[in-house]
T-cell receptor, first 116, second 113 residues
Framework: KQEVTQIPAALSVPEGENLVLNCSFTDSAIYNLQWFRQDPGKGLTSLLLIQSSQREQTSGRLNASLDKSSGRSTLYIAASQPGDSATYLCAVTANAGGTSYGKLTFGQGTILTVHP | KAGVTQTPRYLIKTRGQQVTLSCSPISGHRSVSWYQQTPGQGLQFLFEYFSETQRNKGNFPGRFSGRQFSNSRSEMNVSTLELGDSALYLC????????????FGEGSWLTVV
């Protein structure tokens, strides 16, 4: 059974700092890994999607890396801003012969607070 | 184009009642998944529908059921509500083929009293 763990559970940083969020998964047979952001009381917003054959993806100040063999992914946020405050979730899709694309296994999330 | 739409956004039900939640996916998406989010358990997968067929099912009791219509809209139903069913229920849609981003709706907040 796939298990996804995110470290740290919470992080508080001053504005402008670069930071790294960590995600690990127990079964390396994944199809892809996705990072999401969730604001309080809201749904999830997709940030980055990394296919299992890829090593990293970038979008603006965000960079996500994937090391499938070791079961790890990191989300790097450059020059953090107060607007980045949210819960960040990583989720994996199992590689199950094309029948699990809509089934995600989530970590518990990292609560990020960026203070001015 | 319009995102994933969930209705109702908020509802309060009494123990023992049943509830139906609705989800309209992004146009062209054939896969709809449902998730339950609680503070204690986090986000847990309920089920996925693709082209009107249930393709995957999570580890939830039979009180939780769903269906998908020919226009890809989906509903989930919870019968005989329990206090522990209080949660945010999230719907997500994707094309259903590999390599594509999954998009989530804003969710339906269910409170069981």
């Amino acid at each position: 059974k796939q298990e996804v763990t995110q470290i740290p559970a919470a992080l508080s940083v001053p504005e402008g700092e670069n930071l790294v969020l960590n995600c690990s998964f127990t079964d390396s047979a994944i199809y892809n890994l996705q990072w999401f952001r969730q604001d309080p009381g809201k749904g999830l917003t997709s940030l980055l999607l990394i296919q299992s054959s890829q090593r990293e993806q970038t979008s603006g100040r965000l960079n996500a890396s994937l090391d499938k063999s070791s079961g790890r992914s990191t989300l790097y946020i450059a020059a953090s801003q107060p607007g980045d405050s949210a819960t960040y979730l990583c989720a994996v899709t199992a590689n199950a012969g094309g029948t699990s694309y809509g089934k995600l296994t989530f970590g518990q999330g990292t609560i990020l607070t960026v203070h001015p | 184009k319009a995102g994933v739409t969930q209705t109702p956004r908020y509802l309060i039900k009494t123990r023992g009642q049943q509830v139906t939640l609705s989800c309209s996916p992004i146009s062209g998406h054939r896969s709809v998944s449902w998730y339950q989010q609680t503070p204690g358990q986090g986000l847990q997968f309920l089920f996925e529908y693709f082209s009107e067929t249930q393709r995957n099912k999570g580890n939830f009791p039979g009180r939780f059921s769903g269906r998908q219509f020919s226009n890809s809209r989906s509903e989930m139903n919870v019968s005989t509500l329990e206090l522990g069913d209080s949660a945010l229920y999230l719907c997500a849609s994707t094309s259903g083929q590999g390599g594509n981003t999954i998009y989530f709706g804003e969710g339906s907040w269910l409170t069981v009293v």
